[in-house]
């Protein structure tokens, strides 16, 4: 499995250069952490097709690539541009251009008492104990690769600290923003974020372009849920669909926990999502909730790593697909019980609407099992559009247009259903809507404008 | 002018000749029935007249209202004033039902250059609409069929119709499978939304159906052609003899 990088000697030239300036270089405990990260990548190198868990997922363009970190962020972009990108109603919103925060463009609300919102170069710059304590304690770099390579470049990214018994109201909006790139560009994002017990809060990770680009976002985020927290997190990627988006949401549930993890896939070429939580504690209760569409080429590739650690825990994946043109799709669901984790309740479902005869779906559950009074299932679907359906709504006066839409949005709505009402499930909604209509608009057999001019990922690999 | 004109129509379904010939006229006002054995082609007869591009006219005229309907699409179709109620209607999870129907009326109203209604407008309509059809409003929030019951399903299909208003509606079978309190709430549903500017095409295969709502006109249709018409009195008569004698006559070309 292992593989030698392309172009080790790029990174270790920018990994030499980034260490040297590097916001925390001063802290022993962050060089250590990612010398070690970088060393385990340069052992392992990138994945291929070889390795179990990217078997459908080629990310030889990536390795192939010349990637350098990027320069100081566009100073001319102000906060009127980024209008479109708010999401309303939001308590905060951290802006990230080009890997870089930018408090210029970002919104800090009210907040209230016992809730820190900030970054992770400005705890760093702190040296701040509850930095030292969490980060880089959860993310698996041994397995993966990318895991590893954003730990030896975390530098930047959103800290969310919110302290016992506190709950909030509105949500926090963290958006990270490539712009245009000449260059092929590499951008490394770490979150951090620490709900203590009884706590209650919604986080929202969105990514997106103002050009497209040659472009590496692989971000990563550690979400600890301390006791009773009640906590749901969003992925949003709505990037250009020339760019390669890696992200990784590894989530620690303490006792009687409850998360909900909500991945929207819309944008982005070559796409990978890993979600990990680990059900650490008793009782903790663990929502995996997705919805991916593609058209064109992209490459969507949704890897769920459920780790049952402890007994009485339940989660529960739904995903759901729709692949329009040439798109791949890819649901990989692994289920990990662990020998102590008796009365885990495990259920996982991906469900696939194929729109073309091009479009594929690769789904694999994948379960192990060392326990032995446990509950699992799985189960998977593909089908098309159903033609009785769509004669019935025409036959009642509704446009094709209207109908297939009608009819994806409510193939769509069973993951919108899971979501909490509020504003992250609103911005979450439209989203869906908008992109849907377009989708909705490319009838069966029709080639969809532009996407010849995409790369095909498969042909690149 | 005639609301339906069809003239020698020849149907394909999937490489077989389904129909061979139909001639039927129905002038605004009217109810005709098409009565026939299994397999002969009454339904596909009610799914051409809704537009099913599946059913191939390959030869022949339909005109609705003057124009030709063949060129139409389905949701054209609905639009000029065509309805038709399922024999199977459709469950479609993730669609509110309520929704839906708002919906297909707006699309309607549109075509035909007419505001749209908002919920306040819809909602007073819609619940008279219910009472008609004895509906729990409670079905109304649920997704279009999903879970109903036959019978809900087929006064879901004659609520619609209701709702919608349409100048010719086609009743595919809705009789299969009702419990005579079901089809009495059906029959009193379409029998007040007989007018005279309305025709009906009830599609059945049994009399049953035509003790409730009483035809003007009763067609039999055998192996894809119309053997014989009349009136009620000879759906009566088919009752009582069962298909065979008529189809042993309309196989037998000498005393045709």
Redesign the interface.
Known sequence: MTTAIQNVDNYLETFTEFEKRAAGTNLGWLRKLRAEAFARFCQVGFPTTRDEDWRFTNVSAISRAQFALPGKSDASLSAAHLKAWRMESSATQLVFLDGQFRSDLSQLGELGGGITVSTIKEEAAKSAKLLEAHLGRYLDIQRDPFSALNTAFAEDGAFVHVARGTALEQSIHLLFISTKADSPRMVHPRNLLVFEKETQATVVEEYVSLGGGTILCNSATELVAGENATISHYMIEREEKDAFNISTLRIELERSANVASHSLLLGGGLVRNNVHPVLAGEGAECLINGLFVGNGKQHLDNYMHVEHASPHCSSRQFYNGILDDQSHGVFHGRIVVHKDAQKTDAKQTNRNLLLSDSAQIDTKPQLEIYADDVKCTHGATIGQI?E??L??????????V??RR??L???A??CLDRMKTGTAREHTEKLIQKHLHTIANHLPGAISPGSDAQRNWEELG | MSLLKIKNLHVNVAGHEILKGIDLTINPGEVHSIMGPNGSGKSTLAQVL???EAYAVTAGQILFDGKDLVEM???V???EGV??A?QY??E????GNTY??R???N??RK?RGEDEMDAMDFLPMFREKLKLLEMDDKLMNR??NEGFSGGEKKRNEIL?MAV?EPKLAILDETDSGLDIDALRIVASGVNALRNKDRGMLVVTHYQRLLNYIVPDFVHVLVDGRIVRSGGPELALELEEKGYGWIETEAKAPASA
């Open positions: 159903e009785n359906a004669f019935y709504l025409r036959s009642r006066g509704i446009e094709e209207a109908a009608l009819l949005m409510a193939f709505g069973e | 809704a537009r099913r699409k389905a949701e179709a609905a639009c309805f038709l399922f209607p459709v479609i999870p993730g669609i839906f129907l919906s297909a009326l699309a309607i075509y997704s279009v619609q919608l």
